[in-house]
């Protein structure tokens, strides 16, 4: 196979929803139908039920909720698949917004019974801004929904987003029977299965079978002619060119617990998604080189590999006390052992430790072509947004800056533990997703950690304990805010500076001056 072959066969996605929408439940759906897992496990299945594979954390399985974005890969009909489960939680947004840089189409859920909600909102103009294309599925059919014709309308008056349904519901709730391919003009009748752990059996007729008067009452089957007749009459037309344009999104409906709908899912999303994407390096000072860098796009057939980091993971393994960096490979291709320069430091770094990402477990990759995610393991020097390439004059700035909305100081109550407590802190704190600062004045012995909520905050105080038996205490400090400065004589002695009350200096891990204020006044 040829390297456009393999590039065009790549889809790499995000799925993204509000908390609870169900999309860690489809997530391991499209594992069981790419074959990848045997048995799906749902995130609120009974306790003695398969554990999800992509919530992995003993915190995730414990809340029932995505703590931190997880790489799921695997082959279906052809195409090299690159699945991004990401947090729907708002705490845990940042996360979510780094890993949206290296995708190149995201999966909008949405619980039909709800309808867009605030968190999808937020997500979803995320995607806009970095012009991805967005699939939509509504999920949980099977239990009491909105009219599905409102959930279209809210997409459109809400998002701002045309809406084109590609599979319609047949029933509402516990009528709920199966769906119709309005391209195929076919109905899909599903049996449901044990906690939708396997496949559900399907019967597939046109809308016109006996089979489907007999699954549905005559106030059905008369309520979904209707709307069938008039998304005929006046829906938006399928439009893959607009698809692809952030302009309009195909919706499914269906129903993930009970794999209705799935399958049809996952083949429409991987035929009309989008290969990989070129990315814009920009220009930029690199140590070694004589000139900054020029500005430009990268072709994703462009021979010399290049890539970015936008995830770290620490601790994947507690085992080994491991640190794992995710990388988007943009460009050439990966091969283990390879040397490739690391742009923020201008070293040569030789990728011998690659490993293709299935949640938790991993297994050595030889090879990689523009679009896999792969992790590298160890390289302590590798930070959140850094560039490796072998053409020096590469260099990405694919991740955005954040700020911080909450803030506390956390300590170590243990001094017999310090050397337990500060290795997982650092290792901790090199993921990212809380960051640590100097504030003047901070009580002894006591680390400002900052982020965008407060839940972050625990899952840093329970992976401390879980992972590296070490205790912590968290006190909460007045700051809401938080905003870096010009560096300038006067703030080598802030003292002097004439302030309001309760603002406070520091710097921040790049000594770089920092300032934080209780209130936005």
């Not at 709800?114 to 099977?142: H, S, W, Y």
């Not at 620490?314 to 085992?319: I, K, V």
């Not at 990402?357 to 393991?377: M, N």
Request: negative net charge.
């Amino acid at each position: 196979m040829s390297a456009t072959q393999e590039i065009d066969r790549r889809r790499t996605f995000a799925i993204i929803s509000h908390p609870d929408a169900g999309k860690t439940t489809l997530t391991e759906k499209f594992l069981l139908y790419g074959n990848a897992i045997h048995l799906a496990g749902a995130v609120k299945d009974r306790k003695n039920a398969r554990a999800t594979a992509s919530d992995w954390m003993d915190i995730e399985k414990q809340r029932g909720i995505s703590i931190s974005s997880t790489v799921l890969q695997f082959d279906y009909e052809g195409c090299a698949v690159n699945l991004l489960d990401t947090p729907g939680h708002k705490d845990f947004s940042e996360d979510t917004y780094r890993v949206l840089t290296a995708v190149d189409a995201a999966l909008m859920v949405i619980d039909t019974a709800k309808g867009v909600e605030a968190q999808t909102r937020k997500l979803f103009e995320v995607c806009r801004r970095r012009g991805v294309p967005i699939f939509t599925f509504m999920n949980k059919c099977d239990r009491p929904m909105r009219d599905p014709l409102e959930l279209l309308d809210e997409l459109e008056s809400v998002l701002g987003l045309q809406a084109s349904p590609v599979i319609w519901p047949l029933g509402n709730g516990p009528t709920f029977k199966g769906v119709f391919d309005r391209s195929k003009k076919q109905v899909h009748l599903f049996d449901r299965v044990p906690g939708g752990a396997f496949e559900a059996p399907v019967k597939v007729s046109s809308i016109e079978d006996a089979a489907v008067r007999e699954k549905l009452d005559d106030y059905a089957y008369g309520q979904v002619t209707e709307q069938l007749e008039m998304l005929d009459g006046a829906g938006h037309p399928f439009d893959l060119g607009a698809i692809h344009a952030g302009e309009q999104t195909p919706v499914y409906f269906g129903s993930a617990i009970n794999n209705f709908g799935i399958e049809l899912l996952l083949n429409g999303f991987l035929h009309h998604s989008v290969p990989p994407a070129p990315r814009t390096s920009v220009s930029v000072t690199v140590p070694g080189l004589p000139a900054p860098t020029e500005a430009r796009e990268i072709p994703v057939t462009y021979e010399k590999f290049s890539g970015f980091v936008f995830k770290i993971q620490a601790n994947m393994d507690p085992r080994h006390r491991d640190r794992i960096a995710f990388i988007r490979v943009c460009s050439g291709k990966f091969t283990r052992d390879m040397l490739v320069t690391h742009q923020r430091t201008g070293k040569t770094i030789r990728l011998s430790s690659a490993h293709r990402l299935f949640g938790q477990d991993r297994e050595t990759v030889d090879l990689a072509w523009p679009g896999d995610v792969i992790g590298l393991v160890g390289h302590s020097e590798f930070g959140i947004g850094d560039t490796l390439t072998e053409d020096r004059t590469i260099n990405y700035d694919e991740i955005p800056r954040f700020p911080s909305e909450v803030f506390s100081y956390i300590s170590n109550p243990t001094p017999a533990d310090s050397k337990k407590y500060r290795a997982g802190l650092d290792q901790l704190l090199q993921e990212g997703v809380v960051q640590s600062f100097h504030a003047r004045n901070a009580p002894p012995g006591a680390t400002l950690l900052a982020a965008v909520g407060t839940l972050q905050f625990e899952v840093v105080q329970h992976r401390l304990k879980g992972e590296y038996k070490a205790e912590s205490n968290l006190v909460a400090s007045p700051w809401t805010l938080l905003r870096w400065l010009e560096p300038h004589p006067s703030l080598e002695d802030p003292s002097s500076i004439v302030v309001a009350s309760r603002v406070s200096f520091g710097t921040d891990k790049f000594e770089h001056p920092i300032v934080l204020f209780p209130n936005e006044w």
